[in-house]
C-alpha cells in the first residue's frame, strides 16, 4: 500500500515537472505572448528581412538602417526568450547566448556597411536558430 502510494506521488510529481517545463517552452509565467507567437511575429520576419537584405549590398543608408533594425530587434528578443520563466535548460540559454552574441556582430557590421563580415555574422546566428529548435521546438 505505500509501495502503492509512493509511485503515484512519482507519477503525479513527474507529470507536474513535465507540465510546467513545457508551459515555460511554449509560454512564459505571466506574460501573454505565446513562443511560438515571438517565433512568428518578431523572430522569424526579421530574420527573413535580414537573410534577404544581405544578399547584396543596401543601395542607401536608409537600406542598411533596416537592416540595423533588424539585427537589433533580433538581438532584443535574445532577451525575451529568457525572460519570465521561459528557458528551460542549458541548451536552451545557450542558443539564446549565441542569437545575442551574433546579432549584435551583425550590427557591428552594418554599422560599418561590411556586407560580407554581417553575412558571416548572420550565418552563425541561424545555427542558434536551429540548435534551440532541434532541442525544443516539437
Ligand atoms: C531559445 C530557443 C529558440 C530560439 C533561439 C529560436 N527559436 Fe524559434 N521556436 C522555439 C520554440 C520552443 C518553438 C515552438 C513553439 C511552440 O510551438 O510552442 C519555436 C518555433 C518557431 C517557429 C514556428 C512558429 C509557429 O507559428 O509555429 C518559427 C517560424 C521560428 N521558431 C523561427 C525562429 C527563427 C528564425 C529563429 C532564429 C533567428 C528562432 N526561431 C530561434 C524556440 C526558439
Redesign the pocket.
Known amino acids: 500500500m505505500k509501495k502503492q502510494l509512493l509511485v503515484a506521488v512519482t507519477l503525479v510529481a513527474v507529470f507536474v515537472v513535465s507540465m510546467v517545463a513545457s508551459a515555460q517552452?511554449?509560454?512564459g509565467k505571466t506574460r501573454a505572448a505565446?513562443?511560438?507567437?515571438i517565433?512568428?511575429g518578431i523572430?522569424?520576419p526579421?530574420?527573413?528581412a535580414l537573410g534577404e537584405g544581405l544578399k547584396t549590398a543596401p543601395a542607401d543608408d536608409k537600406g542598411w538602417a533596416a537592416l540595423a533594425t533588424n539585427a537589433a530587434v533580433?538581438n532584443e528578443?535574445?532577451y525575451i526568450?529568457?525572460d519570465d520563466g521561459?528557458?528551460p535548460d542549458g541548451d536552451?540559454?545557450n542558443?539564446?547566448t549565441?542569437?545575442r552574441e551574433c546579432s549584435a556582430a551583425v550590427l557591428a557590421k552594418i554599422e560599418a556597411k561590411d556586407l560580407e563580415g554581417a553575412s558571416a555574422a548572420f550565418k552563425t546566428?541561424?545555427g542558434?536558430?536551429a540548435?534551440?529548435?532541434k532541442?525544443?521546438?516539437?
Not at 34 to 37: A, D, E
Not at 135 to 138: L, N, P, R, Y
Open positions: 517552452v511554449k509560454k505565446l513562443t511560438k507567437q517565433m512568428g523572430m522569424r526579421n530574420c527573413a533580433l528578443v535574445s526568450v529568457m521561459r528557458c536552451w540559454a542558443a539564446a549565441t542569437l546566428l541561424t542558434a536558430c540548435a534551440c529548435h532541442a525544443h521546438k516539437k
